[in-house]
């Protein structure tokens, strides 16, 4: 290692573990639907870790380090018009990256939501079917789908952007998530901590029960059977 490096702290761990949990799961909830059978059972837990996945990090925009926070990297149009003029200057993420995590994260919500009162028409039910109509939950079915069709190519564009920045740009995303180190002389992540992150995952947590029905009554009793008489 070059002794004269500068390097700054830019993402916390947790703010990459949830980067790379998150590509699991997605990863894993792509897979067991387009599988189904059997594994729309799995399709369903994955999708309430993602819900806690979500939930975590929108607590952790709040509450976490320094270019972890919404606050941080929040884009407007200024910011955006600055970055495609090449004018802008930051750590974190640019206001173009701010659009696409923001992006990510609204289509995971849609996706989760929907996906929670859904069914497949055989055997397979969403933990909160039960509060909606079938007709409203064919409907959000039908949502669920399209929006995993929105969601599998915004990952595609998602992997092209970092192959650009890295190749193009010379701009290396993928070791800041992996390291938590951002080459240069920016200033290193303050915030966070444990009282933070506790918070930020009874959050979660909290969402992934309710999520999960968990909180519904159960079906009612079956009726006695009916005694045989003894002729």
Same mark, same amino acid.
Request: proline share 6%; with cysteine.
């Given at each position: 290692?070059?002794?004269?490096?500068?390097?700054?702290?830019?993402?916390?761990?947790?703010?990459?573990?949830?980067?790379?949990?998150?590509?699991?799961?997605?990863?894993?909830?792509?897979?067991?639907?387009? /599988?189904?059978?059997? $594994?729309?059972?799995? &399709?369903?837990?994955?999708?309430?870790?993602?819900? %806690?996945? *979500? =939930?975590?990090? #929108?607590?952790?925009?709040?509450?976490?380090?320094?270019?972890?926070?919404?606050?941080?990297?929040l884009p407007t149009p200024a910011t955006i018009k600055a970055y495609l003029r090449g004018e802008w200057q930051g750590?974190?993420?640019?206001?173009?990256?701010?659009?696409?995590?923001?992006?990510?994260?609204?289509?995971?919500a849609a996706q989760v939501a929907t996906g929670l009162f859904s069914n497949d028409d055989i055997a397979f039910h969403?933990?909160?079917?039960?509060?909606?109509?079938?007709? /409203?939950?064919?409907? $959000?079915?039908?949502? &669920?789908?399209?929006?995993?069709?929105?969601?599998? %190519?915004? *990952? =595609?564009?998602? #992997?092209?952007?970092?192959?650009?920045?890295?190749?193009?740009?010379?701009?290396?995303?993928?070791?800041?998530?992996?390291?938590?180190?951002?080459?240069?002389?920016?200033?290193?992540?303050?915030?966070?901590?444990?009282?933070?992150?506790?918070?930020?995952?009874?959050?979660?947590?909290?969402?992934?029960?309710?999520?999960?029905?968990?909180?519904?009554?159960?079906?009612?009793?079956?009726?006695?059977?009916?005694?045989?008489?003894?002729?």
């Amino acid at each position: 290692m070059n002794m004269n490096s500068k390097r700054f702290r830019l993402w916390d761990l947790p703010t990459r573990l949830f980067h790379w949990l998150l590509v699991l799961c997605v990863g894993a909830a792509v897979l067991s639907g387009q /599988l189904g059978g059997k $594994l729309i059972v799995w &399709h369903g837990r994955i999708g309430l870790v993602i819900v %806690g996945l *979500v =939930v975590f990090r #929108l607590v952790w925009g709040l509450l976490g380090s320094t270019y972890s926070r919404f606050a941080n990297f929040l884009p407007t149009p200024a910011t955006i018009k600055a970055y495609l003029r090449g004018e802008w200057q930051g750590e974190g993420h640019n206001p173009l990256g701010a659009l696409s995590v923001f992006g990510l994260l609204a289509l995971l919500a849609a996706q989760v939501a929907t996906g929670l009162f859904s069914n497949d028409d055989i055997a397979f039910h969403g933990p909160l079917a039960t509060l909606v109509g079938n007709d /409203l939950s064919n409907r $959000l079915t039908g949502i &669920h789908h399209l929006v995993s069709d929105l969601l599998i %190519g915004f *990952v =595609v564009l998602h #992997l092209g952007a970092i192959i650009f920045y890295g190749h193009v740009k010379k701009q290396k995303l993928l070791k800041p998530m992996i390291t938590g180190w951002g080459e240069g002389e920016g200033p290193s992540a303050t915030g966070g901590g444990w009282v933070a992150f506790v918070v930020a995952l009874v959050v979660a947590l909290a969402a992934v029960y309710g999520a999960s029905g968990g909180w519904l009554p159960g079906p009612p009793p079956l009726p006695p059977a009916a005694e045989t008489p003894n002729w």
